[in-house]
C-alpha cells in the first residue's frame, strides 16, 4: 500500500462501472490503477479519476494493475474540461507526460512542471506555458536544445540562424547539411532562451508576436516529433480546433 500525491494523464473504461486510470505520481512515476466502482453516479472515486485532477491517491499494489482505493482533490482544474480549447492544450501535455516517461520511474521535476502549467491555464497566455513545458520538458528528458553554439561544427553564429529537430540551432555554413531545419529570427531565438530558463511567474508578462509564436511553435513541434515513436493523438484534435 501506499500514499501519493498524483495527477491524472488518461483513465479508459473497464467493465461495466470501473475505469483504469494512468497517474502521473510524485513519488512512483507513472501508473497504472483499477479504480472500481468509479464510473458509477455516487462513487467516492468519481471525482478524483477525472482526467487532469490533481490529488492525494492510496493505492494498492497489485500483480499488473494498482488498485486505487481512496482519493482526495487538491486541484480538481474543472475549468479545463469545461473549455474545448484549454482541454485540447491540456490533453496534449498530459499525452506528452504519458508518451515520454517510463513507468514506475519518478521524476520530481516533470511532475512540477506538469502541475505548474496545467495551473497556468487561468493565465491570458497559456498556450506561452504549453510553449515553456514542451521545451523544459525536452530538458528534463535529457533533450536540452542546443541553442548557443552550432549543432554541427560548434561555432558561434552570428549570421540569422535555422533550428534543426536534433535539438538546437545552426549556422549558415552547416544548414545546407540539415534541409528539413527551420528558419529561427533573432526574437524566436529569445524567447525560447526565456522559455527555457526565466522563472515560471515572469513567462506572463512577455508578449511575444504572433509571428513569434507560429515560428517557435513549427520548430518545436518538428523537435518534439523527431523523439516519437508514433504520432500523439490529442494533436488531431488540437489541429481541428485551429489552436496549433
Ligand atoms: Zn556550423
Known amino acids: 500500500m501506499y500514499k501519493t500525491e498524483g495527477i491524472v494523464l488518461r483513465t479508459r473504461n473497464l467493465g461495466e ?96 512542471l506538469l502541475l505548474q502549467t496545467l495551473q497556468s491555464h487561468t493565465e491570458d497566455l497559456f498556450v506561452l506555458a504549453v510553449r515553456a513545458f514542451e521545451l523544459r520538458l525536452m530538458a528534463h528528458l535529457g533533450y536540452q536544445p542546443q541553442l548557443e553554439l552550432c549543432l554541427n561544427c560548434g561555432c558561434m553564429p552570428e549570421q540569422e540562424l535555422v533550428f534543426s529537430r536534433e535539438g538546437g540551432i545552426l549556422c549558415s555554413d552547416c544548414r545546407t547539411e540539415y534541409p528539413q531545419a527551420l528558419p529561427l529570427s533573432r526574437g524566436t531565438w529569445q524567447l525560447m532562451q526565456r522559455l527555457l530558463f526565466s522563472d515560471w511567474r515572469r513567462l506572463f508578462v512577455l508578449r511575444p508576436s504572433p509571428q513569434h509564436l507560429q515560428e517557435l511553435q513549427a520548430c518545436l513541434r518538428q523537435y518534439i516529433d523527431f523523439r516519437l515513436e508514433r504520432p500523439l493523438r490529442s494533436l488531431g484534435f488540437l489541429t481541428d480546433l485551429q489552436v496549433f
Open 17 to 112: 462501472a470501473d475505469k483504469v486510470v494512468t497517474l502521473y505520481t510524485k513519488t512512483h512515476g507513472k501508473v497504472a490503477a483499477a479504480a472500481r466502482g468509479s464510473r458509477r453516479v455516487r462513487n467516492r472515486l468519481l471525482g478524483v479519476t477525472q482526467i487532469f485532477t490533481h490529488g492525494r491517491y492510496l493505492l494498492f499494489e497489485g500483480k499488473s494493475l494498482d488498485s486505487l482505493s481512496q482519493g482526495e482533490i487538491l486541484h480538481s482544474f474543472q475549468p479545463l474540461r469545461d473549455d474545448l480549447d484549454t482541454m485540447a492544450q491540456a490533453m496534449y501535455i498530459t499525452e506528452l507526460v504519458d508518451v515520454f516517461v517510463e513507468e514506475s520511474e519518478p521524476h520530481v521535476e516533470i511532475f512540477h
